[in-house]
């Protein structure tokens, strides 16, 4: 595989929030580098940095040291963002809220549908496209906030507890869709979790401890 199919490399990246006394070292140098149709499970519990690796990841935020590049990738356009919090906007319907990221880009909404339908599909959620965000559960909520991303067709989908709030059958529900996506469509897959039992789904997991990505455990 050459150089540029790798979609993003950290290579010692480190992340520290503050200066002197109070600083906390949230990532200590990572090195991690993520393919076309990997699919990753970053473990830990809270506060290991797993939330800081994916912002490393997504470009949200920069490594005080170290690097992070991103060769066969525009992280700008090619990176799909699953927050753990609810994200759906009360106002929006559902297919409205799939939606709303292609239209904030500039897509005619006529041109959206497709997407949309497709999307909702792809996690189970079809028979939702006309209810209000309070209309649905957590779990569906959640498998919406998932097929937002999928409609902007990533090639990257970062997860991050995607699962959190969610029992443990709610939770499974939104991986299988997550899991379904990614086969369907290319796209790599990073999943943070705390959950032994949603990391044995990935096909590589890697643990981190104290900001320290530690070797892989690769299960394939
Ligand atoms: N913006 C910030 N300012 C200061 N410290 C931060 C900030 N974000 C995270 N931290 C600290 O960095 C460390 C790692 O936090 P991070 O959120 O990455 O962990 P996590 O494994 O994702 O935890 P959780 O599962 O609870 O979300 C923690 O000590 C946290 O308090």
Same mark, same amino acid.
């Given at each position: ?19 002197? +006394? ?21 473990? =830990? ?43 759906? &906007? ?25 997407? &949309? ?7 189970? +959620?079809?028979?939702? +496209? ?15 906030? $998932? ?16 699962? =959190? ?16 996506? +990614? ?6 897959? &990073? $999943? ?29």
């Amino acid at each position: 595989m050459s150089g540029t199919d790798v979609l993003v490399v950290c290579e010692n990246a480190a992340l520290t929030f503050g200066r002197g +006394a109070t600083a906390v070292v949230a990532v200590h140098g990572a090195d991690l580098s993520i393919r076309p149709g990997d699919r990753l499970a970053i473990v =830990g519990p809270s506060g290991s940095g797993k939330s800081s690796l994916l912002h490393l990841l997504a470009g949200l935020e920069r490594p005080t040291s170290g690097t992070v590049s991103w060769p066969g990738l525009d992280p700008s356009a090619g990176i799909g963002l699953v927050f753990q919090a609810d994200s759906l &906007v009360p106002a929006l319907d559902v297919a409205e809220n799939t939606a709303l990221p292609l239209v904030l880009a500039g897509r005619p909404e006529a041109q959206t549908r497709r997407p &949309v339908a497709d999307a909702l599909d792809l996690v189970g +959620a079809s028979d939702l +496209a006309d209810r209000l965000p309070e209309e649905i559960s957590g779990g569906q909520a959640q498998r919406v906030a $998932v097929a937002r991303v999928l409609a902007q067709q990533p090639r990257l989908i970062l997860a991050d507890e995607p699962t =959190g709030r969610l029992d443990h059958a709610t939770g499974a529900r939104v991986l299988d869709a997550l899991l379904t996506a +990614a086969d369907r469509t290319g796209a790599a897959l &990073v $999943v943070t979790t705390h959950d032994p039992a949603i990391a044995a789904r990935l096909t590589v997991r890697r643990a981190m401890h104290d900001g320290r990505l530690l070797a892989q455990e690769d299960v394939s």
